[in-house]
């Protein structure tokens, strides 16, 4: 598959999930850029705005299987990756595949969910397979988990430490809908019969496996390379940050890039691309001083300041 063919298919999947799911094309375009970047989506936001749609109908228009895990208080990590089981014929025990078993594993209200068993997510999400007793097992490919977490602000909520972050290639939240989206969502609702709007499928799995590898591809200029760096080296320089941007952060934002040109269907990366995917890929991965988090600094302001600050490559 070439970037042209990447591009139409990327369009295509993201038509048919505009058609169910009310929110920015941008927004879209940011959670298909994590699985193109070969990653994984976190999408922050309050209750009811569509997160669990969003993840459902990516995978319906990828036609990759889909896994749903409901974290709460109480879940066991056993509980999402499975467990050894006790076959009473056979006289021996048997794994029995947990619902991380899936391409596209939707951890629904993640931070609900003790650390422990936020951490049964971080082998999967890094080495594409989990260990039980000692036994490792492969996860189906593609994999990716599309987890969405309430504000930290609401009561009940463990935050995620900085190393699962630090996971994810992007993050972004849906917000509320204008008045036009709110009033076609209600058209379109008393349009059908399900509470929910129903996703066609676009892709399938081998077409899907083929378009992460197209990023692969495309062509990143020695300056460009340095722009990223000097980016995420930026935001360790800033007073008001307390860890800034890791290495593994800048090879996201690499790899995102590459992506994101290759989505709009180019060989090659333009500094605008690298501005365009610095918020979703870099601002999660910021951690603030307690002075600025008190002051009420946003981690998207840094972003935007190293942004500003780092000189672009240009065109001789």
Same mark, same amino acid.
């Given at each position: 598959?070439?970037?042209?063919?990447?591009?139409? %298919?990327?369009?295509?999947?993201?038509?048919?999930?505009?058609?169910?799911?009310?929110?920015?094309?941008?927004?879209?375009?940011?959670?298909?850029?994590?699985?193109?970047?070969?990653?994984?989506?976190?999408?922050?936001?309050?209750?009811?705005?569509?997160?669990?749609?969003?993840?459902?109908? &990516?995978?319906?228009?990828?036609?990759?299987? &889909?896994?749903?895990? %409901?974290?709460?208080?109480?879940?066991?990590?056993? +509980?999402?990756?499975?467990?050894?089981? &006790?076959?009473?014929? +056979?006289?021996?025990? @048997?794994?029995?595949?947990?619902?991380?078993?899936?391409?596209?594993?939707?951890?629904?209200?993640?931070?609900?969910?003790?650390?422990?068993?936020?951490?049964?997510?971080?082998?999967? =999400?890094? @080495?594409?397979?989990?260990? $039980?007793?000692?036994?490792?097992?492969?996860?189906?490919?593609?994999?990716?988990?599309?987890?969405?977490?309430?504000? $930290?602000? %609401? @009561?009940?909520?463990?935050?995620?430490?900085?190393?699962? $972050?630090?996971?994810?290639?992007?993050?972004?939240?849906?917000?509320?809908?204008?008045?036009?989206?709110?009033?076609?969502?209600?058209?379109?609702?008393?349009? !059908?019969?399900?509470?929910?709007?129903?996703?066609?499928?676009?892709?399938?799995? !081998?077409?899907?496996?083929?378009?992460?590898?197209?990023?692969?591809?495309?062509?990143?200029?020695? +300056?460009?390379?340095?722009?990223?760096?000097?980016?995420?080296? @930026?935001? !360790?320089?800033?007073?008001?940050?307390?860890?800034?941007?890791?290495?593994?952060?800048?090879? !996201?934002? &690499?790899?995102?890039?590459?992506?994101?040109?290759? =989505?709009?269907?180019?060989?090659?990366?333009?500094?605008?691309?690298?501005?365009?995917?610095?918020?979703?890929?870099?601002?999660?991965?910021?951690?603030?001083?307690?002075?600025? %988090?008190?002051?009420?600094?946003?981690?998207?302001?840094?972003?935007?300041?190293?942004?500003? +600050?780092?000189? $672009?490559?240009?065109?001789?």
């Amino acid at each position: 598959m070439d970037v042209t063919e990447a591009n139409e %298919q990327c369009e295509a999947v993201l038509d048919t999930i505009g058609n169910a799911v009310i929110a920015d094309r941008e927004f879209l375009e940011t959670v298909l850029l994590g699985a193109m970047a070969g990653g994984h989506a976190l999408l922050e936001d309050v209750p009811g705005t569509g997160k669990t749609l969003t993840a459902r109908s &990516f995978a319906s228009a990828l036609g990759l299987s &889909f896994s749903r895990v %409901q974290f709460t208080p109480d879940l066991l990590p056993a +509980d999402v990756t499975g467990t050894h089981v &006790f076959n009473e014929q +056979d006289r021996e025990f @048997e794994f029995n595949e947990g619902p991380i078993f899936a391409n596209v594993v939707l951890a629904d209200e993640i931070n609900r969910a003790p650390p422990k068993t936020q951490a049964a997510l971080l082998e999967a =999400m890094e @080495e594409g397979q989990v260990t $039980v007793d000692g036994d490792t097992h492969e996860l189906p490919k593609p994999f990716f988990v599309i987890a969405t977490q309430n504000p $930290v602000e %609401q @009561e009940g909520t463990f935050p995620l430490p900085e190393a699962q $972050v630090d996971r994810f290639a992007v993050k972004s939240s849906i917000g509320y809908p204008e008045v036009e989206g709110e009033y076609e969502l209600l058209r379109r609702r008393a349009g !059908r019969s399900d509470q929910s709007p129903s996703v066609g499928t676009v892709l399938d799995e !081998r077409l899907v496996t083929e378009l992460r590898e197209v990023p692969e591809t495309v062509r990143v200029d020695d +300056d460009l390379l340095e722009y990223m760096a000097n980016v995420a080296r @930026e935001t !360790r320089e800033d007073r008001r940050v307390q860890v800034g941007v890791s290495p593994r952060g800048t090879q !996201r934002l &690499f790899e995102a890039t590459r992506a994101y040109a290759a =989505m709009k269907g180019r060989e090659f990366v333009t500094p605008d691309d690298v501005k365009r995917v610095a918020q979703p890929v870099l601002a999660h991965r910021v951690v603030l001083t307690p002075d600025a %988090q008190v002051n009420n600094v946003s981690k998207s302001s840094i972003v935007d300041r190293v942004l500003d +600050d780092v000189p $672009v490559p240009t065109v001789e």
